[in-house]
């Protein structure tokens, strides 16, 4: 084995440590504290891009990497695989693990206790979860993450956010039996748990088996959905992504794709295991699922009176997109999503941080009145203007207003950054599948994605653009609000990546197709795990 | 003996999914609690009902095969999905109080509805 096989667990100890450190220190040392935050979730953006760079190796046997813990096979112990989606999302998490901790030093770390022991345990379980091969310790890893982010939306207290919490925690436990529920039934009809084992499996079961598992697969989408915050399943998402403080609403907006991730993940080795008969989570579903999200986001946005609301919306656009495309299929819409997926988790956790730079200062009294000059204020408004003609906008709010433009344009996907790409990608792959090479017709189903898609946008733009102007083009009593150089960086960084994102369209798109085919195909995964030695399992040798 | 543990199953998790729809914070937790044991028997069940079979090997003369003993991979999956339901009823109680204290009310919105 060398270092670089050892790095694959490197993702979940590294956080793990950190956070248990921080556990005995904290409350005496807060700058040590600090600094062990800061030194691993650097760490960890340097084992993410190791990991990504190992990944990208030409040689097949070498994409998919497998690390059995305690050298079991891996039939029998727990695995770890990271190939280039895992990693993929493991430097998603990184790199929006060190923007939100620029941003959370400023000062919100201090807002109340534990907050860097939480952040490094989120990390931990979204590590784990992206790598993790089988579906139990799915479970381990998924409730770890969640655990930390109840810590992470009740951080800073407050009757909102508690109230928020509350039907966050218990809609996560209610999905959490389910998948346990999912779980059990899978492991009572195949007989193992691990992800490339069952791949194995699952064309030999008898056909009454089968219909069992497929039963408890359901379920286990069905819990997968409500953590991607799916259509009739995501009414929490934007009242707790709204009410949680800024840095942790940008942090969760990853997790809704560790969801995502999973039904990618599974879905690509049961289709392939199964020869295609038995679409695990089936297509057409999800595609359907997907389109009721966005569709029910972008009309929500449009209702939405504060800008925490429509962030949280924007998330729901965000994971109905990436569902709608896989459920579509196809080796071009995948990595379109994939490209989307990355783009707009960037997007999305910058809109979190600015709306709380821009909202600062802002008492609820003031939200309050935002709603009634938004329904009786139109006059009142026009008879202040003509005294203030003439008053500059002040500097900050100028800086505000561009990084707001451009969260606006990546979220509405309009030119020239990646969010116009990401979709241009989509829409492109729509046509190109169907209808430009091939000379057929764009399906129904097609048609209706193109239509959600650009409508969906159309509103985006509508509603940004609505909260924009009433935020910096109204003159109201507020004060301007303080904003320190380290918050601003951490928006910028987040900005800057999606600008590299569109400037390296090039190259990236290609590894998210090398990505897409390497979850089409489905075998190699099943093959490097199923292919690792391990310790010969132990004889019945002892002495009775 | 299947029959008697589907019952239960059936009537903990009934009864648990009704609790979980009710207004109160309180019949909210009960709820959760009762689900999860129906869960966890549920996951036990799943590795076939045994009478008398151990889970762990007993003697190397035995064979170590499903003939002989139960399949322990279930219970192991119920006790970590005890551990984890146990932690998160407790931390959900903590949040519970919180937002009784918070807000006076022990609705789940918080606030009563209606008049």
């Not at chain 1, 962030?311 to 994971?319: D, I, Q, T």
């Not at chain 1, 009786?376 to 500097?395: D, N, Q, T």
């Not at chain 1, 509103?459 to 609505?466: E, H, I, L, P």
Request: hydrophobic share 55%; net charge negative.
């Amino acid at each position: 084995m060398t270092i670089t096989d050892h790095l694959i667990i490197a993702p979940i100890l590294i956080p793990l440590f950190a956070g248990g450190l921080m556990l005995v220190l904290d409350g005496r040392r807060r700058e040590v504290v600090t600094i062990i935050s800061i030194l691993s979730t650097l760490a960890l953006l340097t084992v993410a891009i190791a990991l990504l760079m190992a990944s990208m190796e030409e040689d097949p046997a070498r994409t998919v990497r497998v690390y059995l813990l305690g050298n079991w096979p891996a039939s029998f112990g727990i695995v770890l695989v990271a190939d280039r989606l895992a990693t993929l999302m493991l430097l998603l998490t990184a790199t929006l693990g060190c923007a939100v901790l620029l941003f959370a030093l400023a000062s919100w770390h201090r807002a109340g206790s534990y907050f860097h022991p939480l952040f490094q345990f989120l990390l931990m379980g979204l590590n784990g979860a992206f790598l993790t091969g089988d579906l139990f310790n799915l479970f381990v890893f998924f409730e770890v993450l969640l655990a930390a982010s109840y810590g992470l939306a009740l951080y800073g207290s407050g009757r909102a956010r508690v109230s928020a919490s509350l039907h966050y925690i218990v809609i996560n436990l209610a999905a959490s039996t389910l998948f346990l529920v999912g779980v059990s039934l899978i492991y009572g009809t195949a007989g193992t748990l691990n992800m490339a084992a069952l791949g194995e499996r699952i064309p030999a079961l008898d056909p009454s088996e089968r219909r069992l598992f497929e039963i408890g697969a359901a379920i286990l989408g069905v819990a997968f959905l409500v953590k991607a915050a799916a259509w009739p399943l995501g009414f929490w998402l934007p009242t707790v992504y709204a009410a949680a403080s800024a840095p942790a609403a940008a942090l969760f907006a990853v997790m809704t794709k560790v969801g995502f991730y999973v039904i990618l993940r599974v879905g690509s080795i049961t289709t392939e295991a199964s020869g295609g008969a038995s679409m695990l989570f089936g297509e057409g579903w999800l595609f359907a699922i997907g389109v009721a999200t966005i569709g029910f986001a972008a009309i929500a946005m449009l209702a939405s009176q504060d800008m925490g609301r429509l962030a949280g919306y924007s998330v729901l656009v965000s994971s109905g997109t990436t569902l709608a495309a896989i459920g579509l299929g196809g080796t071009g819409m995948t990595s379109a999503a994939l490209y989307y997926l990355v783009s707009s988790t960037l997007t999305v956790a910058a809109f979190f941080l600015l709306v709380e730079l821009v909202e600062r200062g802002r008492t609820p009294a003031d939200d309050v009145l935002a709603v009634t000059l938004e329904a009786y204020g139109a006059e009142e408004e026009e008879a202040e203007e003509e005294e203030e003609v003439g008053v500059a906008i002040p500097a900050i709010l100028a800086v505000l207003g561009i990084a707001f433009l451009a969260c606006a344009l990546l979220l509405a996907g309009l030119p020239p950054l990646s969010g116009f790409i990401a979709k241009f990608a989509l829409i492109s792959n729509l046509l190109g599948q169907h209808w430009l090479t091939g000379g057929g017709i764009v399906s129904v189903q097609g048609w209706i994605l193109l239509f959600v898609i650009i409508v969906s946008g159309l509103t985006t733009v509508v509603a940004v653009t609505r909260a924009g102007m009433r935020t910096f083009w109204t003159f109201t009593e507020r004060e301007l609000p303080h904003v320190r150089g380290l918050e601003l960086s951490a928006v910028a960084l987040l900005l800057f990546i999606c600008v590299v994102l569109t400037v390296q369209a090039g190259p990236i798109m290609r590894f998210m197709q090398l990505t897409a085919h390497g979850l089409e195909l489905g075998r190699p995964y099943i093959g490097a795990v199923q292919a690792q030695p391990g310790a010969a399992p132990l004889k019945q040798e002892r002495a009775p | 003996m299947e029959l008697v543990i589907s019952i239960t199953i059936g009537v903990l998790g009934g009864s648990g999914l009704w609790l979980l729809l009710r207004p109160r914070t309180f019949q909210v937790i009960i709820g959760l609690s009762l689900i999860s044991y129906a869960v966890n028997l549920f996951i036990f069940s799943m590795g076939r009902l045994r009478v008398g079979a151990p889970p762990v090997l007993l003697h190397p003369s035995v064979p170590g095969d499903l003939e002989h003993y139960t399949d322990p991979l279930p219970q192991a999956l119920v006790l970590t999905a005890i551990v984890i339901s146990f932690a998160m009823t407790a931390l959900f109680l903590v949040v519970m109080l919180a937002a009784r204290g918070l807000s006076g009310s022990d609705h789940v919105d918080s606030a009563e509805r209606g008049p």
